[in-house]
């Protein structure tokens, strides 16, 4: 490891952090009852409440660390349609019609959370710029291409292929061999989002507290009692929505989520010359690896935030900094003496079907299992879930009563990750 790769200040913390300031410590005491009682406050956890407190329901936010510790405020900020199984892939498990409206509820996400932003006038930088989906060899670069031609009808999204010899206009290097602009994806500043959606949840009249894990929830039809570090709160209903994060509090849950990490770095400030260079158009990138990299600049366009997961096992930022920092230089040679500024993690939650989940288990709400994209998804399901809660049927989304599959011998360790990784990250060199 290079010592001083990392700048004298570097963080390990998110980049985003130093935009919002986080919430401090929070010594507000629990309320008795609660109409409803949301665990966790990402993206999920917000909107649901959003939902029902803004129809007058009495709503309690609760989280183990500040207020957004958890992904929501770590992520890259892109924004896709999150659905990661293709089209065959569901009609062969769910049949056509129900594929094609998980499809349909994926780009309404990411439409919607545009619309949301805007609505709510929160400013987060949000911006469509496209994503640039790299080939990472030309095995896949034929594929992509095809897969652009065969859009299954009634589910085109506005693409643009790019050979390998346009590519430069795209991305500042030669390393793919082209790849797929989606040109309805968006970035966004997820901290100030969040912040943004934090200040309209409790203009709403909502209670949010931090540092305040729920340890317990008992109940049943009649209503539920939350044990939480600071206290007990009953309440009619309860939101779990702590995805990456679930843990014994919902055994049930956790047997469903494999917690995975994903590691970020942000560079110290590039020449502007050079960014112009690197990243000629602004968009999101990310490549066909099944180990992707994705990485974009930052919102005032001076930084490279490059992500992905450089380790078989969890490790520390300290350890996936630098070795992020090769993966980028690999990339953009020209980066080599450029040095990182902050590295840090956060757990997404992958499901044994790759898809996100909403449902109810022993009357308890839930959505959960973005398999690492929910910027969208999170935010749509949050509110799907709010509305649920409430009763209402546009609360009704495609992914409703799918089966969350676990499988044997699971119990929310993931003993197969390391040996999965690995296999995919030689799978992914082979043909490069
Ligand atoms: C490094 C990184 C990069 C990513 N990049 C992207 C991207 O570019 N685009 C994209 O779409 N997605 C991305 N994601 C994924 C995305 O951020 C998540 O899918 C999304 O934020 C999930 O939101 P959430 O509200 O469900 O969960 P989170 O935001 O993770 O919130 C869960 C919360 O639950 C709390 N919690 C857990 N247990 C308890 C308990 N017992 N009591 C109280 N609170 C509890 C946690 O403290 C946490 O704050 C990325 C994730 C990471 C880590």
Request: hydrophobic share 40%; aromatic share 10%; with cysteine.
């Amino acid at each position: 490891m290079t010592p001083d790769l990392f700048t004298p200040d570097c963080k390990f913390t998110p980049y985003w952090w130093d935009r919002v300031p986080r919430p401090g410590s929070d010594a507000k005491t629990l309320p008795e009852r609660a109409d409803v009682v949301v665990i966790g406050s990402g993206y999920t956890g917000l909107h649901a409440a959003l939902q029902t407190a803004r129809a007058g329901h009495d709503t309690l936010v609760v989280d183990a660390e500040d207020a957004g510790w958890g992904c929501s405020t770590r992520n890259g900020g892109q924004i896709s349609t999150s659905v990661k199984p293709a089209f065959d892939v569901l009609a062969r498990r769910h049949g056509e019609e129900r594929a094609r409206a998980i499809l349909r509820d994926g780009q309404r996400s990411l439409a919607w959370v545009g619309e949301f932003v805007g609505a709510e006038r929160i400013d987060c930088d949000f911006r469509v710029v496209g994503r640039f989906h790299a080939a990472h060899n030309a095995t896949e670069f034929a594929g992509l291409a095809r897969r652009v031609a065969g859009q299954p009808k009634g589910l085109e999204v506005a693409t643009q292929v790019v050979p390998r010899a346009e590519q430069r206009a795209e991305l500042g290097t030669d390393a793919y061999w082209g790849g797929v602009v989606f040109l309805q994806h968006a970035s966004i500043d997820p901290a100030r989002y969040h912040q943004g959606l934090l200040e309209r949840v409790l203009a709403a009249g909502a209670h949010a507290v931090g540092r305040c894990e729920a340890t317990g929830i008992e109940g049943g039809k009649d209503g539920y009692v939350v044990h939480t570090a600071r206290g007990t709160v009953r309440a009619r209903d309860v939101v779990v929505a702590t995805n990456g994060y679930t843990g014994r509090l919902t055994p049930w849950l956790r047997r469903r989520v494999i917690p995975i990490g994903s590691y970020m770095i942000a560079t110290e400030p590039l020449p502007e010359a050079l960014m112009a260079r690197l990243m000629p158009k602004d968009r999101i990138v990310s490549d066909t690896r099944k180990v992707v990299f994705y990485y974009r600049a930052s919102p005032d366009g001076r930084r490279i935030l490059f992500g992905g997961r450089v380790s078989t096992n969890e490790t520390d930022p300290r350890v996936s900094g630098p070795r992020l920092h090769a993966e980028m230089v690999k990339l953009f040679p020209e980066t080599a003496a450029v040095r990182v500024s902050h590295s840090w993690c956060g757990f997404v939650a992958y499901t044994f079907d790759e898809l996100m989940h909403i449902g109810r288990h022993d009357g308890i709400h839930y959505a959960m299992g973005y398999c690492g994209s929910g910027v969208g998804m999170a935010s749509y399901l949050g509110m799907r879930l709010g509305l649920q809660v409430l009763g209402r049927k546009e609360g009704a989304t495609a992914l409703d009563g799918l089966a969350f599959q676990t499988r044997p011998f699971y119990t929310g360790r993931p003993w197969f990750l390391a040996p999965s990784v690995r296999f995919y990250q030689w799978r992914d060199r082979q043909g490069t």
